[in-house]
Structure formats: C-alpha cells, structure tokens
C-alpha cells in the first residue's frame, strides 16, 4: 500500500512563491512517475509537473519557467517549487505516482490549496 501526504499549500500574493511537498509512505518499485496535479473549482484536474525515477521532467506550458520539480527516492518525496505565482495558479494541488506495470497503478494525496491573491 502506498499513502501520499502532501504539505505546503497556503496563501501567496501574486509574484510569490511556495514550496509544495509530497512524502510517499510504502515501497515502490520500478519505472514510476510522481508529479502533481491541479483542479480549480469547475475545471479538470490537469497534469502541472511530472518528474520519472530516472529524473526526466515535464512540465505544463502553462508554469514553464516558473515551476520546479524534484524528487528525492531515498526519502520518497517529490517538491514542486512554485515562482512568480499567478492568480490562475490558484487550485488544489495533488500529489501524484504513477506505476508502470503491466497494468498501470495510480495513487493519490488528499491535495493542498494553493490561493494566490493580493
């Protein structure tokens, strides 16, 4: 069984920064995935950062150049460093991995909120 707890969700003025964490409970194994997710009230959840366990990283156009993601496998964490936030930034941010295996595996964090407001 893998747990997800995520951290580092609050309120940041427009330009700010916060830091986001995810510590992973459980062994994981294998090709796997960790990335974090977003959804604002009445949208989809959309894919924000990704970063493998061979450390190649994707991004969303929409935070290039402003966001960065890192993953710590002796900790089991990821972090998702959050820069120049914008108000469309604001949405719940979820911790994600995702398993490849002959049938794919999917676990979720309980999200943290992100507000970026002046």
């Known amino acids: 069984q893998v747990q997800l707890v995520e951290s580092g969700g609050g309120l940041a003025q427009p330009g700010g920064s916060l830091r986001l964490s995810c510590k992973a409970s459980g062994v994981i194994f294998g090709i796997n995935v960790m990335g974090w997710y977003r959804q604002a009230p009445g949208k989809q959840r959309e894919l924000v950062a990704s970063v493998t366990n061979s450390g190649t990283t994707n991004y969303a156009n929409s935070v290039k150049g402003r966001f960065t993601i890192s993953r710590d496998n002796a900790r089991n964490t990821v972090d998702l460093q959050m820069n120049n936030l914008k108000p469309e930034d604001m949405a719940v941010y979820y911790c994600?991995?995702?398993?490849?295996?002959?049938?794919?595996?999917?676990?979720w964090g309980k999200g943290t909120l992100v507000t970026v407001s002046s």
């Open positions: 994600n991995i995702h398993i490849i295996m002959g049938r794919d595996i999917d676990y």
